[in-house]
């Protein structure tokens, strides 16, 4: 009988249970997707490094899943807690025809299993649909190919997802038993008649925190945009803590504040339903303004996130092109007068370096002239880009390397070799990314002086690929010079290039990377400084902590959106719900379904809209703290995700009100 009985519970209460099931459902898709990323390795063609990198990535989604779980669990209770409150008169009803709370109980623990296993089994069923496109953005992220194509399904994750939901509903009905068990019969079937508690009802104590609200959030503002992300400092803490407290207060006061600010002008306040409208918001925005406030954080939390993330991932994209030639690259740095060793061929030999017919090498020298890069460009940077470059250590004396070196290293990259004369000199850089100052320079400038020796510089724009393959230095500046130079120059570092060729590269990439590890691990010649990368090495290096943040911010940042807004559609599901009188009487008036239609509209663009707006405001003082850094790089937060993301987040929080409007319409209507 109980379970007949829930049964037509959850099918009759299927409209209000819609927002709820659509959480659950798409919260159990998401932890199901991030989960399953371990499966979706064999997909790809991976090295034992980024083999390693995907295991730890593993580990920090596992670890973060923890916390998502709270975030759920959390929102899971809220909004079963805000159901059953909607449901006193209906539990009131129950126990008045004989039934006890235990068997109240029961229908309830049968409903909570019937909508969790529901929402589990679909939220699986289209996490694993999910899950197959998150291989390719792994893949992309990571800049690995897929082997080959294969429809996966992650055990793990299923029993992880049934797991922790689980044992989420399981305190969801511990919970309700404890709620149900605090009931009095005379408060559930009052219920609907109780009004909300108004928090602050005093107009000019509103006009005066509202504008305490807007004064602290102002000085935030002021406060992070001088102090930047410097996080030792007690400024910077101090605009967190203002911007919080602001935020706090803003929500507090806001509803009592406007509303009396609109009372002023009689025109609007009594246009239509605007009355109606505004009392109905001032009722729900004051008492739920703890609520509102941490809505409007998370909102913040998620729009700056996905901004970042992704223009962080954007920026190491464009200032690792031109990193990656050579299949690998040794490089050794001479620092010391008396080092054992200063030639990176004889060190090799040392290290008892196996050379493979079958793969090419070149060896080369880079060295140091007597000119800074300060001298070359000086004159066409700005304070703050020469404060960037001391800061960034990249003003330091030219790099230079020989031009037949330069050309054995052209002819390993299958390029025709160049020519200088005597008095030519070819630029090779990338510091155009970061800002415009060689471009100046390249258009302004015909020769160079190099210890009072002119030379003229052959190329028109500077050349965008490295002498060697590096995650360390992305951004570099060398000048090829004649075999002949006759100026000072200083020996900086040896190197070797090396390109696999043959038809098992992967083979070839572990062994150097072997041979990498050896270098690292031998403590004879640990006084030597000796850098070494592959390709994949620097991938990893570059693209792994971008992936990392990627995923997080995407996983945390869905979580934080897709609960903020349920929170939202659920308080106005509850309100509507708890104003039905309300909206009869309107009827009863004569007012129109047009305009009750236009009411509810108002009212959930109003309450959805506030926390968002907000939001939106300190994303764009955030983001504009964020990009100081990026600007560093000749970079911006606003680049070609920028849509995308925009257009992901319209669609989440668009799609709740949206929702939470038809069903506050359908609601109103099916009460006559």
Do not use: W
């Not at 050349?463 to 570099?476: A, M, P, R």
């Not at 719900?577 to 009487?585: A, C, E, F, G, I």
Request: hydrophobic fraction near 45%; charge should be neutral; proline fraction near 1%.
């Amino acid at each position: 009988m109980f379970s007949k009985i829930a049964i037509n519970n959850v099918k009759r209460s299927f409209k209000d249970y819609f927002i709820y099931f659509i959480t659950l459902t798409f919260a159990v898709c998401i932890f199901y997707s991030f989960n399953s990323i371990e499966a979706q390795n064999s997909m790809l063609e991976m090295g034992k490094s980024t083999t390693e990198f995907m295991s730890t990535l593993n580990t920090l989604i596992a670890g973060a899943s923890v916390f998502v779980a709270f975030i759920l669990g959390g929102l899971i209770a809220y909004a079963n807690n805000f159901l059953i409150k909607k449901r006193k008169r209906e539990l009131g009803i129950y126990m008045t025809l004989g039934m006890s709370k235990g068997k109240i109980s029961r229908i309830l623990i049968i409903e909570t299993i019937l909508i969790g296993l529901i929402s589990l089994i679909i939220g699986i069923v289209l996490g694993i649909i999910v899950s197959q496109g998150l291989s390719i953005l792994t893949a992309k992220l990571l800049a690995v190919s897929i082997n080959q194509y294969k429809f996966i399904i992650s055990v793990s994750a299923v029993i992880k997802s049934a797991l922790y939901f689980g044992i989420i509903f399981i305190l969801v009905m511990i919970l309700n038993q404890r709620t149900i068990s605090k009931y009095k019969l005379i408060d559930m079937l009052n219920a609907s008649k109780r009004n909300e508690k108004i928090k602050l009802n005093n107009p000019l104590l509103s006009i005066v925190v509202f504008f305490l609200s807007i004064a602290m959030l102002v000085g935030a503002y002021i406060l992070i945009l001088k102090v930047g992300l410097e996080t030792e400092s007690i400024l910077f803490l101090v605009s967190i803590m203002m911007g919080i407290i602001g935020t706090l207060l803003f929500f507090f006061s806001l509803s009592n504040f406007f509303i009396n600010i609109v009372q002023k002008n009689r025109k609007v306040y009594f246009k239509n339903l605007n009355i109606f409208v505004l009392r109905q918001v001032n009722n729900k925005i004051n008492t739920n303004f703890l609520s509102m406030t941490v809505i409007c954080l998370m909102i913040f939390l998620t729009i700056t996130l996905l901004f970042t993330m992704f223009s962080f991932k954007g920026s190491y994209d464009k200032m690792i092109k031109g990193n990656t030639s050579f299949d690998g690259t040794i490089q050794l740095f001479i620092n010391q007068e008396d080092q054992k060793v200063k030639d990176i061929k004889e060190y090799m030999d040392i290290m008892d370096f196996k050379y493979n017919d079958y793969e090419k090498q070149m060896f080369f020298n880079e060295y140091k002239l007597n000119i800074t890069i300060n001298d070359l460009l000086s004159e066409y940077l700005t304070k703050q880009e020469k404060k960037d470059f001391a800061e960034n250590y990249i003003d330091g004396p030219v790099s230079t390397i020989k031009v037949s070196e330069y050309n054995s290293i052209l002819e390993l990259k299958g390029q025709s070799p160049i020519t200088l004369s005597e008095e030519e000199v070819l630029v090779v850089s990338n510091y155009e990314q970061m800002n415009n100052a060689l471009s100046i320079f390249m258009e302004n400038e015909d020769t160079i002086n190099i210890d009072n020796k002119i030379f003229t510089i052959k190329n028109e724009v500077p050349i965008k690929e490295n002498i060697v393959t590096t995650g360390s230095y992305l951004n570099f500046f060398y000048l090829v010079v004649p075999d002949q130079f006759s100026g000072e120059l200083s020996l900086y570092s040896t190197g070797f290039n090396i390109m696999f060729e043959e038809n098992d590269p992967k083979q070839s990439e572990e062994t150097f990377s072997n041979f990498l590890n050896e270098i690292s691990e031998n403590v004879e010649y640990s006084s030597i400084e000796v850098i070494g990368n592959t390709i994949e090495l620097v991938h990893l290096r570059v693209y792994g902590s971008t992936t990392m943040i990627v995923f997080l911010g995407v996983y945390l940042g869905i979580v934080f959106l897709v609960s903020s807004a349920a929170v939202l559609a659920l308080q106005q599901l509850s309100d509507i719900s708890d104003s039905l009188d309300r909206y009869k009487s309107l009827k009863k008036i004569g007012v129109t379904n047009k305009l009750i239609n236009k009411a509810i509209l108002q009212q959930n663009l109003i309450y959805f809209m506030i926390p968002l707006s907000l939001a939106i405001i300190d994303s764009i003082v955030g983001m504009i703290v964020i990009n100081k850094i990026f600007s560093a790089y000749n970079s911006s937060l606003i680049g070609s995700s920028s849509l995308m993301i925009s257009l992901a987040l319209a669609i989440i929080y668009g799609g709740y009100f949206y929702a939470t409007y038809v069903s506050s319409k359908n609601i109103v209507r099916n009460s006559n």
